[in-house]
Each structure stands twice: as C-alpha cells, then as structure tokens.
C-alpha cells in the first residue's frame, strides 16, 4: 500500500474519532474554583458585590448529528466508519505494529462498513421527514428568546440560593462570538462583578455512525469579571445532556421531547452556573 493511501485512511481515522467523540462528556470538566485555596476563594468572593448579569444576545448556529440518509448515504458513511473502526482497532491493540496493521486492513474495513451502511441505513424520506421538524422545533425554541430565560433564571437562582445580589445589564452583553465587553469603560453604576454568559452551541451530538442515537445538549461559556478592571475571576464552559434517543424518536410529537430536553437545560445551567461560581464552600485540606 503506497504511503498516499495509507495517509488517506489514517486521515479519515482522525476525523471520525474525533467526531465519535464529540459530545461524550456529559458533564464539563471541575471548574478551577474546586481546587483553589481557601484564602483565594475568599480573597475572590470579597470581590463579588452586586453581580450584573450579561448574557450574549447572538445565537449560537445549532449542531444537529443526523443519521445517514438512505442506500447512498449509508454506504459513504460506511466507508469512512468501517475504514477509521479497523485502523482504531490496530492503534489500541497491544500486537507489535498494530496501527501499521490496522491501516493495512482499513480496505477491507471500508468495505464491510459500505456493505452494512447500505443495507441498514434510514431511508432518506425517514430522514427528511425528522428534519424537517427538529428544525421547526429549533425556530420555536429561538422564538421563545432562551438567551432571556437564561438570564431570568440566573438572577433567580443566584438571589434565592447566595446571600448576594443580582440584577440584569440588559443590552451590555456581547452581540458577536469574538466581541470583548469592557465593562469597566460602560455605565454599569452599582455593579461590582459581571456575570457574562454565552450560549455558545446546541442540538444532537453522538457518536458517528450509520444510525447514531444522540442527546440533545446546550454548552454554555460563563465567565466572573471584576467590573472596575475587567479582570476575569472565574471562567468555565458547562454542558447540559440529556438521555439518548434515535434521530426520528426526537422528531415524534412535533419535536416535542427535543423542545422539553433543551428548555429544561435552561434552569439546569443556571442553577450549574450559580452553584460552581457562588457556592463552593472554602475547604482547608492541610
């Protein structure tokens, strides 16, 4: 096998690894506030005072997995699964040269996962017909303004559960993924500490294959600022996942089960949100 071709199939391991893992985690990771020391959680939260609440007003382009459409469809996704699954394969076993073996293989993988995809695939009526809904569902979703809700909700949960007071910056938010908010240049009178919040993705994610099931999610990007220097206190990305269902499963009902899976990420991620940033309690380890 000549070094092009195994390139080729090395390559196409990589990004479907990479896209079978997307979404794996259900849970982001333990933000830094977990493993500071006492002091430094105190020295920080003397800092907080009256907390401005910002949530981005632009909307995140939703990532929908969708399975494979029809014969065709499944046979071109069979390739790419049945090659990348034999090259795994050989690069997590423990034979001497597994990977080497493993791309050797990937052909024969190729054509085992064409063979399956074809025949196992949904048809592309099936498919069209479940999309078509999952994006109805998607414009309700916006049409009920979550970037609001978020931010109700935050301003609830942080006044009901933290001694400390919350209030809306409405219209100071970023508008723009890449824009940077001085908020110490803006009028924010009262404010000691903003609590910035992007809705930074959301809809299916899974593993990539023929018919994949898929969770319904939303990631958001929170970040604690000092308002008189713009200094960032606390940063964390969180992730709200839900069960797995197959693709037409979240299309039954209108889309229902999608619509209630994504609101009900909502208060999840605030109450999230205010629980890790406000209410991790100072633990002397020594």
Request: net charge neutral.
């Amino acid at each position: 096998m000549s070094n092009k071709i195994r390139n080729f199939f090395l390559g196409i391991a990589i990004l479907v690894f990479a896209a079978g893992n997307f979404g794996l985690t259900g849970c982001s990771h333990s933000p830094a506030v977990y493993t500071m020391p006492p002091e430094r959680i105190e020295q920080m939260r003397s800092e907080f005072g009256t907390v401005g609440v910002a949530v981005a007003s632009y909307r995140a382009k939703p990532k929908i997995l969708r399975p494979a459409k029809g014969p065709v469809g499944g046979a071109g996704r069979g390739v790419i699964v049945g090659a990348s699954t034999t090259i795994m394969a050989g690069a997590v076993s423990p034979i001497p040269g597994g990977t080497f073996i493993g791309i050797m293989l990937a052909p024969i993988g190729a054509v085992v996962g064409m063979t399956y995809g074809t025949a196992t695939a949904t048809s592309t009526a099936e498919v069209e017909k479940a999309e078509k809904t999952i994006d109805q569902t998607i414009s309700r979703l916006q049409a009920m303004d979550p970037i609001q809700t978020l931010q109700t909700e935050t301003i609830r949960m942080g006044s009901e559960r933290t001694d400390l007071t919350f209030v809306a910056l409405p219209g100071l938010a970023p508008q723009s993924p890449n824009e940077i908010v001085r908020y110490d240049l803006l009028d924010t009178t009262g404010i000691s500490s903003v609590l910035e919040l992007r809705v930074e993705e959301g809809g299916l994610r899974g593993r990539y294959t023929i018919s994949p099931p898929s969770s319904a999610y939303l990631k958001i990007r929170a970040r604690l600022i000092a308002r008189k220097d713009n200094r960032i206190l606390l940063e964390d990305t969180l992730f709200c996942v839900s069960e797995k269902r197959e693709y037409r499963e979240w299309s039954e009902n209108d889309g229902q089960l999608f619509f209630d899976a994504l609101i009900s990420c909502i208060p999840d991620l605030a109450e999230k949100v205010v629980d890790d940033f406000f209410l991790v309690l100072p633990t002397n380890t020594n």
